[in-house]
Structures are given as structure tokens and as C-alpha cells.
């Protein structure tokens, strides 16, 4: 690969135990092919709900670059004590100004710097700042130190994400990954021969439950409409969902996008291609 190419790897919503393990599995098995720059989407990585300094940290051993977040973030109360002090991780930009933490960072890496961008969504989400002219501005900004640009929208709609991904595509953003409903879609594209994009980039955790979560809490709390305790499913089988995209560092357009949908069973630390 020439030099003016970044390869970046993106992770869906890394779950709970499983999810982290299975990340660092992955990470590992890649050896000699480890991308260039990798992104993960934290949010649910402390037991399915936020996220502690201790797993931040224990992430941050595996070799990710940059986590991204979403409304789970604050789920740990401890994340206010650490969040300012953590240089990789990104909260959602359109949170109240004044609220902890960073909504955009540029990164250094190897192959050139990359900025990245963490924004929510608010159709059937909580009504939070309009993210259009935040994220304007940061797009502004990061095009002062670098064209390669890329976004996490943690949002509930398909429709929403479509449109944000088609109008910042026109506006020279390099990738637009989905996250947040831990279902990996088949979109992935490049738009406007600039922007790689997917709807959702899906999620890592057990393979078994329901995105990540136990199968019996989640069936019981649909049929009870009684909101019982949820905790993250363990079935010793769990999944990687992201992708990989390449990036010319010149000109901040991407070259490619891969779907990654793989297995890989923790009792014999072997990665299985799912067919």
C-alpha cells in the first residue's frame, strides 16, 4: 500500500466481557495486517452500559487509537472523574456546551493525522443539540490540519443517517459509520466517490443473545413490559462487527469499505470467518 493511503479500522459498540475480549482476540490475530489507525465505539463496554476507567485502560492495551461514545457514556458515574484526562476517548459533540469531555479530536498516526468526530442523532432519541452547525464548525476545523475526516452518528433512525451521510459526503467527509442499534447492515458504500459510509456498523459481544445482551431478560421484559435487569450474555461465542476503509491522506477520499462480520470463540482464542 503506497503511502498516501490510511487503513482504518472501525468496531461497532463493543458489549460487555465478551465484547472486549473478543476485540482483543481480533486486534491480535491481525498481526502483520493491523491497520493503520483503529476506532472503536465504547459506550456499552463496562457490563453493557458505560464505561469504567479500568476498561478504558484495558482497551487502550489492545492498540485502539480512538473510542467513540454515544448516550451510554454516562451510564458509570465515574466517567466525570476521568473523561478529561482521556486523550482517546470522544463524547458526542451535541451534548450541552459546558458538559465534560471532547466532541472531536485530530489524532496522530503513522500515515498522517485523522480527525474524528462523535455525534448523536435525536429522532426517537432525546432532543439534544442540533448536531448541523456543530458539526460544521468541527468539519471546519479539522480540515485547518487534515482532509481525512471521519464521523461516528450514534443514532435510532436509518432515514437520519442516511441524510446526514449524503449532505456531509458533498461537504468532504471521508466516513460515516452508524452505530448505536448493534445491527450490522449491508449498505456499505462509498458516496459522492468521497465518503465511505454504513448505516450501522453492528456491535462485538456475544453472538447469542439479543444485540449483546441475554436472551431470557430481554424476552421477559418484552412479553412483562416490566423493566427487570439486563445483563450481558455470556454463551462463550461472540461476534466482530465494523469495517475497514481506506483513505487517500491527500485528498481525505476514501478508496474502499469492507464489512467485517466474524466469530470468535473464547474458550479456543481462534477466529472464525462467519459464512
Not at 2 to 22: C, E, N, Q, T, Y
Not at 125 to 139: C, G, T, V, Y
Not at 188 to 213: H, K, P, R, S, W
Request: with cysteine; charged share 25%; proline share 3%.
Amino acid at each position: 500500500m503506497h503511502s498516501d493511503i490510511i487503513k482504518i479500522l472501525f468496531l461497532g459498540d463493543i458489549v460487555g466481557k465478551p465484547g472486549r475480549i473478543a476485540v482483543q482476540k481480533y486486534i491480535s490475530a491481525l498481526g502483520a495486517d493491523k491497520p493503520d489507525f483503529i476506532i472503536a465505539n465504547v459506550e456499552n463496554a463496562s457490563h453493557g452500559f458505560g464505561l469504567t476507567q479500568k476498561n478504558y485502560n484495558e482497551l487502550l492495551s489492545y492498540g485502539i487509537d480512538c473510542f467513540t461514545s454515544g448516550n451510554h457514556i454516562w451510564d458509570k458515574r465515574e466517567i466525570f472523574n476521568y473523561i478529561d484526562e482521556a486523550d482517546k476517548l470522544i463524547r458526542p459533540i451535541n451534548y450541552p456546551e459546558g458538559t465534560k469531555g471532547i466532541g472531536y479530536k485530530v489524532f496522530e498516526t503513522v500515515s498522517g493525522k485523522v480527525g474524528v468526530i462523535n455525534v448523536l442523532g435525536r429522532t426517537f432519541m432525546n432532543l439534544f443539540e442540533s448536531p448541523w452547525k456543530l458539526l460544521d464548525e468541527a468539519i471546519e476545523e479539522i480540515k485547518k490540519e487534515t482532509p481525512v475526516i471521519i464521523i461516528d452518528i450514534h443514532a435510532e433512525a436509518t432515514a437520519e443517517k442516511i441524510c446526514m451521510a449524503k449532505y456531509y459526503a458533498e461537504k468532504g467527509v471521508s466516513a460515516i459509520f452508524g452505530t448505536h442499534t448493534h445491527v450490522l447492515t449491508a449498505d456499505e458504500t462509498i458516496l459522492n466517490n468521497q465518503c465511505a459510509y454504513i448505516t450501522d456498523a453492528g456491535f462485538c459481544g456475544d453472538a447469542n443473545g439479543v444485540i449483546g445482551m441475554d436472551y431470557e431478560a430481554s424476552v421477559n421484559r418484552l412479553i412483562t413490559a416490566i423493566p427487570d435487569r439486563l445483563d450481558v450474555a455470556d454463551s462463550g461465542e461472540s461476534q466482530i462487527n465494523g469495517v475497514i476503509v481506506t483513505v487517500n491522506t491527500l485528498t481525505g477520499k476514501a478508496e474502499s469499505i469492507e464489512r467485517i462480520n466474524e466469530k470468535v470463540i473464547i474458550s479456543e482464542e481462534k477466529i472464525i470467518m462467519k459464512g
